[in-house]
């Protein structure tokens, strides 16, 4: 089992920045892939950012260049950096642990972009 718990939700102007935290605790060695998802009201979950335990990014083409992922192997935990925030950026955003056999999902937490 593996168990996230985000951090680091709330309100913020538009051009703001926030930063999120999500830390692993459980099987943690079985993890390979960790990642960022966010759903707005009425909308499906989409992908915003990953990491792989190699150190590989992948990141959405609407965040690109203004988010960056980054991973804490000796904490286990995953942080997103967002800069340049746009209201449209603003959903609930939930941090994801990808093992070969699972997908684990935190709990998620708010992100309010006011214009």
């Known amino acids: 089992q593996v168990q996230l718990v985000e951090s680091g939700g709330g309100l913020v102007q538009a051009e703001g920045s926030l930063r999120l935290s999500c830390a692993a605790s459980?099987?943690?060695?079985?993890?390979?892939?960790m990642s960022w998802y966010r759903q707005a009201p009425g909308k499906q979950r989409e992908l915003v950012a990953a990491?792989?335990?190699?150190?590989?990014?992948n990141y959405s083409d609407s965040v690109k260049g203004r988010f960056t992922i980054s991973r804490d192997s000796a904490t286990n935990t995953v942080s997103l950096q967002m800069n340049s925030l746009k209201p449209e950026d603003t959903a609930v955003y939930y941090c994801?642990?990808?093992?070969?056999?699972?997908?684990?999902w935190g709990q998620g937490t708010q992100v309010t972009v006011s214009s």
């Open positions: 994801a642990a990808r093992s070969v056999l699972n997908t684990y």
């Open positions: 459980g099987a943690t060695f079985r993890i390979i892939v």
């Open positions: 990491v792989s335990n190699g150190g590989t990014t």
